[in-house]
C-alpha cells in the first residue's frame, strides 16, 4: 500500500467539504457565509467562515454530487454523540435511484451504542471525541451522491471532508465492484432464530466486513454461536461455518482476561473495542461493540449470498440456550452492481439507543 504513495499517477485529488462544496479545483476557503462567519468577523475571508453545515430536522442534505468516473478514498465525519443512531449515511453510485449504503451514521464507523470507543483499524478509525474517517475504497464509473438524513426533531451540525480521486484510470476498472453497506437490528431476536446480517444479493461481489453492535439481555456468557455464509446455491447449510462468536473477531475464550473480565482491543482488522458494563442505574445490561474486517482475508462469492450470526448462551447440563438479544448489524461487500436487496431502514424509535445520551444538540 505505501508503495503507491511513490507511483506517480495520472489522477487529480480533489476535497469536498463545507468550503468547497462541490470540490472544484481552487474553490476552498472562498465562502462569505457560514456556521463560522461570526467567529470569523474580525479576520474576514479565507478564515474558517464555512467549517460545518446545519441540518434541519427531517431534512436530507447533500454531502457530496460528483459527476464522472473516480474513487473516494476518505471520508471524515463528526457529530454530536446524541445523533449517531439519528444521521442516516446514504451512498449512490452512477445514478442510481436506491442507496447502496444505508446506515446510521455511528454503526457505520463501529459507534452504535452513541458512546465513545477508540477505533484504531486499517478501514475505519474513531479517535476522541468522535471523529469518524473511513478509508473503505468506494469506486464509481459515472457519479457518486452522498447524503445525510436528518430523523431527529432538531437541527444538528455536521463537519465533514470527502476526499476523491479522478482521472486516469480512477473508478473506470470494470473488474472493481461497489462498496455496499447495511444496517439491521434485532431488537430483541427470536429466541431460537438467527440475527440476519445480509440476505437476498444476488451477483457477484466480494464480503469486506462485520460490525455488530450486541446488547445482552439475561445474565451469563452470550457468544457461543457461529456465524454462517451461504454462497453461490447454498440452502440449508453454509460453505462457511464459524466456530463461536468471539472467534470470528478474532478473541476466545469469552473475551475474558482472567483477574480482568471483558478486555478490549482494537487491531488493524478486528477487535472488540467497546464494553460498557452495567451502572447500577439505568444501565442494566451488558453491551459490546466489535468489529471484523476481511482486508486480507476477504470472502469471494459468484452468485449469491446470505449471511447470519447465531445468538447462543448455556442453561443446565452444559447445553446451548438460545438468546433473545439485541443485536444491531452493519455489513459491508463490494458487489458487481450498484444496487442490492437491502432491508428497510428501522424508524427512529427502532433505532433509538435505551439509555442514550440526552445531552442538547449542536
Given at each position: 500500500?505505501m508503495?503507491?504513495?511513490?507511483r506517480?499517477?495520472d489522477?487529480?485529488?480533489?476535497?469536498?467539504?463545507?468550503?468547497?462544496?462541490?470540490g472544484s479545483?481552487?474553490?476552498?476557503?472562498?465562502?462569505?457565509e457560514?456556521?463560522?462567519?461570526?467567529?470569523a468577523?474580525?479576520?474576514?475571508?479565507?478564515?474558517k467562515?464555512?467549517?460545518?453545515?446545519?441540518?434541519?430536522a427531517?431534512?436530507?442534505?447533500?454531502?457530496?454530487?460528483?459527476?464522472?468516473?473516480?474513487?473516494i478514498?476518505?471520508?471524515?465525519?463528526?457529530?454530536?454523540?446524541?445523533?449517531?443512531?439519528?444521521?442516516?449515511?446514504?451512498?449512490?453510485?452512477?445514478?442510481?435511484?436506491?442507496?447502496?449504503?444505508?446506515?446510521?451514521?455511528?454503526?457505520?464507523?463501529?459507534q452504535g451504542?452513541?458512546?465513545?470507543?477508540?477505533?484504531?483499524?486499517?478501514p475505519?478509525?474513531?479517535?476522541p471525541?468522535?471523529?469518524?474517517?473511513?478509508?473503505?475504497?468506494?469506486?464509481?464509473?459515472?457519479?457518486?451522491?452522498l447524503t445525510?438524513?436528518?430523523?431527529?426533531?432538531?437541527?444538528?451540525?455536521?463537519?465533514?471532508?470527502?476526499?476523491?480521486?479522478?482521472?486516469?484510470?480512477?473508478?473506470?476498472?470494470e473488474?472493481?465492484g461497489?462498496?455496499?453497506?447495511?444496517?439491521?437490528?434485532?431488537?430483541?431476536l427470536?429466541?431460537?432464530?438467527?440475527?440476519v446480517?445480509?440476505?437476498?444479493?444476488?451477483g457477484?461481489?466480494?464480503?469486506?466486513?462485520?460490525?455488530?453492535?450486541?446488547?445482552?439481555?439475561?445474565?451469563?456468557?452470550?457468544?457461543?454461536?457461529?456465524?454462517?455464509?451461504y454462497?453461490?446455491?447454498?440452502?440449508?447449510?453454509?460453505?462457511?461455518?464459524?466456530?463461536?462468536?468471539?472467534?470470528?473477531?478474532?478473541?476466545a475464550?469469552n473475551?475474558?482476561v482472567?483477574?480482568n473480565?471483558?478486555?478490549?482491543?482494537?487491531?488493524p482488522?478486528?477487535?472488540?473495542?467497546?464494553?460498557?458494563?452495567?451502572?447500577?442505574?439505568?444501565?442494566?445490561?451488558q453491551?459490546?461493540?466489535?468489529y471484523?474486517?476481511h482486508?486480507?482475508?476477504?470472502?469471494?462469492?459468484?452468485?449469491?449470498?446470505?449471511?447470519?450470526?447465531q445468538a447462543?448462551?448455556?442453561?443446565?447440563?452444559?447445553?446451548?440456550?438460545?438468546l433473545?438479544?439485541?443485536?444491531?448489524?452493519?455489513?459491508?461487500f463490494?458487489?458487481?452492481?450498484?444496487?442490492?436487496?437491502r432491508p428497510?431502514?428501522p424508524?427512529?424509535?427502532?433505532?433509538?439507543?435505551?439509555?442514550?445520551?440526552?445531552?442538547p444538540?449542536?
Amino acid at each position: 500500500m505505501m508503495r503507491d504513495l511513490a507511483r506517480l499517477q495520472d489522477v487529480d485529488t480533489r476535497s469536498i467539504s463545507p468550503e468547497n462544496f462541490d470540490g472544484s479545483k481552487g474553490g476552498g476557503a472562498r465562502a462569505t457565509e457560514g456556521t463560522g462567519a461570526a467567529c470569523a468577523v474580525d479576520l474576514g475571508r479565507g478564515w474558517k467562515v464555512s467549517p460545518s453545515v446545519d441540518v434541519g430536522a427531517g431534512e436530507t442534505f447533500d454531502l457530496a454530487a460528483i459527476d464522472g468516473p473516480g474513487v473516494i478514498t476518505h471520508l471524515w465525519l463528526t457529530t454530536h454523540r446524541s445523533n449517531w443512531r439519528r444521521l442516516v449515511l446514504r451512498a449512490y453510485w452512477d445514478g442510481s435511484d436506491e442507496p447502496a449504503i444505508e446506515v446510521p451514521v455511528g454503526d457505520f464507523f463501529g459507534q452504535g451504542w452513541c458512546e465513545f470507543a477508540q477505533l484504531s483499524s486499517v478501514p475505519i478509525a474513531a479517535n476522541p471525541h468522535g471523529g469518524f474517517n473511513s478509508y473503505w475504497v468506494m469506486p464509481f464509473r459515472t457519479g457518486a451522491r452522498l447524503t445525510l438524513e436528518n430523523l431527529a426533531p432538531d437541527t444538528v451540525t455536521v463537519y465533514y471532508q470527502i476526499t476523491f480521486e479522478q482521472g486516469g484510470a480512477a473508478g473506470d476498472a470494470e473488474d472493481t465492484g461497489y462498496l455496499h453497506a447495511q444496517f439491521r437490528r434485532s431488537n430483541p431476536l427470536t429466541a431460537g432464530t438467527t440475527h440476519v446480517i445480509v440476505e437476498g444479493v444476488e451477483g457477484r461481489g466480494t464480503y469486506a466486513g462485520t460490525y455488530l453492535a450486541w446488547g445482552v439481555n439475561r445474565p451469563g456468557w452470550w457468544g457461543e454461536g457461529e456465524i454462517k455464509f451461504y454462497m453461490d446455491g447454498d440452502e440449508e447449510f453454509p460453505t462457511i461455518c464459524g466456530t463461536g462468536t468471539e472467534d470470528y473477531f478474532g478473541g476466545a475464550w469469552n473475551f475474558d482476561v482472567p483477574g480482568n473480565g471483558y478486555t478490549a482491543f482494537t487491531t488493524p482488522f478486528l477487535g472488540l473495542h467497546q464494553v460498557l458494563a452495567p451502572d447500577g442505574l439505568y444501565r442494566s445490561q451488558q453491551r459490546f461493540g466489535m468489529y471484523r474486517w476481511h482486508v486480507l482475508d476477504p470472502i469471494h462469492f459468484r452468485q449469491d449470498l446470505r449471511v447470519d450470526i447465531q445468538a447462543l448462551g448455556w442453561k443446565s447440563g452444559h447445553r446451548y440456550q438460545p438468546l433473545h438479544d439485541d443485536i444491531a448489524s452493519t455489513a459491508l461487500f463490494y458487489l458487481d452492481r450498484p444496487v442490492a436487496a437491502r432491508p428497510a431502514l428501522p424508524v427512529l424509535d427502532d433505532l433509538a439507543v435505551d439509555g442514550a445520551p440526552m445531552d442538547p444538540l449542536r
